[in-house]
């Protein structure tokens, strides 16, 4: 069975930093791509960030604007989020999702596009 486990959610701070985990199995790691996503309250899910494992091929966002950044551990198939200079805008859900790299696509921003979705991690920022 395809399992994603997001992990790294806490209470932080305005201005500091954390990182959140995506642990993959089930699946061969470089033939999909993962990709972050957050829902905050009352608000549709959004995506932050996908890397195509095959050839690391990485797409933000366009408000991330530089605050967040995108890895993964291919020998660990783990995608991590690194996220900076938190707002208390940033308070949500987090999850990654994971995409087969196939005709119809290799990832992206849209929900749509993802079979697989991990149960999510929160992450709450105060002011």
């Known amino acids: 069975d395809v399992r994603l486990v997001e992990s790294g959610g806490c209470l932080a701070q305005a201005g500091g930093s954390l990182t959140l985990s995506c642990v993959v199995s089930?699946?061969?790691?470089?033939?999909?791509?993962v990709g972050w996503f957050r829902q905050a309250p009352g608000k549709e899910r959004e995506g932050i960030s996908c890397?195509?494992?095959?050839?690391?091929?990485?797409y933000y966002a366009d408000f991330v604007k530089g605050r967040f950044t995108i890895s993964s551990n291919n020998a660990e198939s783990t995608v991590y989020l690194h996220l900076n200079n938190l707002k208390p805008e940033d308070t949500a859900v987090y999850y990654c999702?994971?995409?087969?790299?196939?005709?119809w696509g290799r990832g992206g921003l849209f929900a749509y596009e993802y079979d697989y979705w991990g149960q999510g991690t929160q992450v709450t920022v105060s002011s």
């Open positions: 999702a994971a995409d087969p790299i196939d005709s």
């Open positions: 089930g699946i061969t790691f470089n033939d999909y791509a």
């Open positions: 890397i195509v494992n095959e050839d690391a091929t990485i």
